[in-house]
């Protein structure tokens, strides 16, 4: 049978970094209508997380600009988080997938955050076009 969507929200919001915490508390707020244990919510923020701030420091490097996140719950005690931006967009979404890839050169990021949000998921999806954006999207469901 396929699952049915029970409850969904939208919110856009400018990439400012002060906005990270705000959409991480956002999301797991809406979240806790399939009343995750602590280990969910725990994911369920770091996801979030590291897409935004993705969108922030990539996607409008030196600019500003809308990030788009959208939640929907299932029936089944599934959700689907999605993140998305109109950026600068990612050349090679393979190579960015891989753990340790970063093009920032402060030395600040690790380049883990997509190996991050796709262990803490059950699906991760990237799709982005240069000069256009992109839109990451992560399932999970529930225990
Ligand atoms: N929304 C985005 N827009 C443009 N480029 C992106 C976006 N998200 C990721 N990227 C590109 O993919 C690379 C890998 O992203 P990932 O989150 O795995 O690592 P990171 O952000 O570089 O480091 P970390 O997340 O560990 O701090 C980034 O360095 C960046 O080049
Ligand atoms: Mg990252």
């Known amino acids: 049978m396929k699952r049915k969507a029970i409850n969904e929200m939208k919110m856009i919001f400018l990439s400012d970094s002060k906005n990270e915490s705000f959409a991480r508390s956002a999301v797991t707020a809406f979240a806790a209508q399939l009343d995750p244990d602590m280990e969910e919510l725990a994911d369920i923020r770091t996801t979030v ?46 190579q960015a997938m891989q753990p340790l890839f970063t093009t920032d050169k402060s030395g600040e990021r690790g380049g883990m955050g997509f190996a991050i949000m796709k262990s803490f998921s059950d699906s991760l999806s990237v799709k982005s076009k240069p000069g256009v954006g992109t839109v990451v999207t992560v399932t999970k469901r529930l225990k």
């Not at 701030?53 to 029936?75: A, C, M, P, Q, W």
């Open 49 to 94: 997380s590291e897409a935004v701030t993705n969108s922030i420091l990539h996607g409008y490097r030196g600019t500003s600009g809308k990030i788009t996140v959208e939640v929907k719950l299932f029936d089944d005690r599934s959700l689907r988080i999605r993140v998305s931006d109109r950026g600068c967009g990612i050349e090679d979404v393979e």
